[in-house]
């Protein structure tokens, strides 16, 4: 570390100064190093070793399952700039109760400073990290998520200003204290600098709370970033799609969750002559290049997806991705393998439930966690895309948006410019399920799918979108579909999965210039989709006044949650 820039060196300097570790690791990013640390973990216990090869089980203390959103926050000097959709605090107000939670923190455990690179090695595009923290758990994960150890301080050495990061579980272990398998706090807090580029996490040893190279730095810090330097950060997947002719087009989209993001970006295509291939399932940083067209990358070097609902059926290419070199985190045990709902029909005898407990089968608690995951590595990736580790990034030529929606919303439309296809972002929600989160119907906004993400007003990031059009730029074209409508008697008429692929050729074909299509006020929509399927002809229309009385709907949401600051195309 020595090589690094002093105030790098007096930062994590005073990380030790405030956490008083007793040891201090700097991670190299070895595979030796790598499986040191899951030998150490397997022998603590804390990990166990499965039988297939380089894979381990984990789970946590059912208090610590998932992001903690309530806990998450920006902090902006203005409130105003953090605006109405994050938890905003004032940064010397959260500074002082950090300093008061980190405060001998980590007494009794070994710090590690983490050195990470977010995106390829070679590309301009990427960004340099640094994670200090307690958790042998976040080093393993980071080494699969991120580019981790010795290439990142190279690009430091160059130049490259890292996001700094701590982290801590918040568990000292004083006075003889015992250690437990997963060491967390019951306060927990995930607190984002914008202006100083910073970010704290506490008490939490979970996924997006504890990996802070992921939602913390590749979409809060990265989205303001981006806001500065005059790019896109989006939680967003990537795929390469070539028809029979050879041709290739590659696409960006965003779903909010359950509506199919990562089935869609490992999609094993039937349709005779199609190929899909995946940069990746979750993140996108994309720029627009000297030639005028917007270049993306996948930041991330592996995926963090979820377990339950994956099945040969629904993703047999995750399915290959998990077979081997794969961290289990809050699934279920089946012996030295691992389970979870949707994974079979038949749930096999004997199961330990992600608490550690044996597994009623005719109980109402489901033997995986919900949000159970995996950590798997992108280069496992049976129909990873030749382009994904680029110099440049690959060119964008689509933009997909998609919500659950039983009504309204047609299959698939297409944005007649920039502006509409910006609104389509804008305007993402879901309907709510009656059993599980209210009234039928009701929306739930999650502009672009980065409700949770966006690292400032929501209504600047609107603004942002809208100035990426320029003169000279070649804009991709905006789509956004809808894969759950809804028949008379409520069941799904479009059958989705594999189905999907014909959508994705239709607005191929569309890009192309070779499709038929009927202009309505809110964009265009195909004339016919060629597929046997019944009702089609349903969901490839739209009720002209029941969308423009959605439209005033959502106009109404945009005026009342951002008010004079949302962009005036919008309302």
């Known amino acids: ?60 203390d059912p208090k610590d399952v998932a992001r903690v959103e309530s806990c998450t926050f920006i902090c902006s000097k203005k409130k105003e700039d953090a605006g109405p959709t994050n938890n905003h605090e004032d940064p010397e107000v959260m500074k002082k109760r950090l300093m008061g939670l980190f405060s001998g923190c980590m007494q009794g455990r070994t710090m590690y400073v983490v050195p990470y690179l977010m995106g390829p090695e070679k590309n301009k595009m990427s960004k340099v990290g640094i994670e200090v923290t307690d958790s ?158 917007l270049y993306a990358i996948n930041p991330e070097n592996g995926f963090f997806g979820v377990a339950p609902g994956t099945s040969e059926k629904t993703n047999p290419y995750a399915m290959e991705i998990i077979a081997e070199d794969t961290l289990f985190t809050n699934v279920a045990l089946n012996g030295d393998d691992v389970w979870w709902e949707g994974m079979s029909e038949e749930v096999p005898e004997g199961l330990i439930n992600w608490k550690g407990e044996k597994h009623d089968k005719n109980g109402d608690s489901p033997a995986s966690h919900p949000n159970a995951r995996f950590t798997a590595p992108l280069s496992r990736c049976p129909n990873i895309d030749p382009n994904t580790y680029s110099e440049r990034g690959v060119p964008i030529e689509g933009i997909i948006f998609g919500g659950r929606r039983a009504s309204v919303a047609p299959l698939v439309i297409e944005a007649k410019d920039w502006t509409m296809g910006t609104y389509y972002g804008a305007s993402l929600c879901s309907e709510k ?101 019944k009702n089609l002809k349903e969901i490839l229309a739209i009720d002209e006044k029941e969308y423009a009385l959605e439209q005033a709907k959502i106009k109404a949401y945009f005026k009342e949650t951002f008010g004079d600051r949302c962009p005036k195309a919008f309302l």
């Not at 090589?3 to 201090?24: F, G, N, R, T």
């Not at 130049?159 to 579980?169: A, I, K, W």
């Not at 997963?182 to 709370?209: D, L, M």
């Not at 600047?460 to 003169?471: T, V």
């Open 1 to 60: 570390m020595n090589e690094l820039k002093a105030e790098i060196q007096d930062k994590i300097a005073s990380y030790i100064k405030l956490c008083k570790p007793d040891h201090v690791v700097i991670c190299n990013g070895s595979r030796e190093e790598y499986q040191g640390f899951l030998d150490q973990m397997e022998k603590a216990g804390t990990a166990k070793k499965l039988k297939n090869k380089g894979c381990y089980y984990f789970h946590s």
């Open 136 to 293: 042998l758990y976040v080093c393993v994960n980071m080494y699969i998520m991120a580019r981790m150890g010795t290439v990142a301080l190279d690009r430091m050495k160059e130049g490259r200003v890292p996001v700094m990061g701590l982290h801590s579980v918040g568990m000292p272990l004083v006075d003889g204290a015992a250690d437990v398998h997963w060491p967390c706090n019951q306060e927990k807090v995930i607190a984002h600098f914008p202006e100083t580029k910073e970010i704290f996490s506490f008490g939490s040893g979970y996924g997006g709370n504890a990996l802070l190279g992921k939602k913390c730095f590749a979409l809060r810090i990265a989205s303001t970033m981006a806001k500065e330097e005059g790019w896109l950060a989006e939680h967003m997947l990537i795929i390469g799609v070539t028809n029979p002719q050879g041709k290739k087009k590659y696409f960006a989209a965003a779903f909010p969750s359950a509506c199919g993001k990562t089935n869609l970006a490992m999609l094993k295509p039937e349709l005779p002559g199609w190929k899909v291939e995946c940069v990746g399932d979750d993140i996108a940083w994309m720029k627009f290049g000297d030639d005028g067209r």
């Open 433 to 533: 399920t009656a059993a599980a989160e209210g009234t039928a119907g009701e929306l739930r906004h999650d502009p672009f799918a980065m409700l949770p993400f966006c690292g400032y007003n929501m209504a600047d990031y609107f603004s942002h979108w809208l100035s990426m059009e320029k003169q000279g730029r070649k804009m991709p074209k905006i789509f956004s579909v809808n894969w759950f409508r809804k028949d008379k008697d409520g069941k799904f008429i479009w059958p989705g999965y594999l189905e999907n692929m014909h959508v994705i050729a239709w607005m191929f074909a569309s890009i192309e210039g070779t499709v038929d299509q009927v202009e309505t006020p809110f964009g265009f929509l195909p004339k016919d989709i060629p597929v046997d399927v």
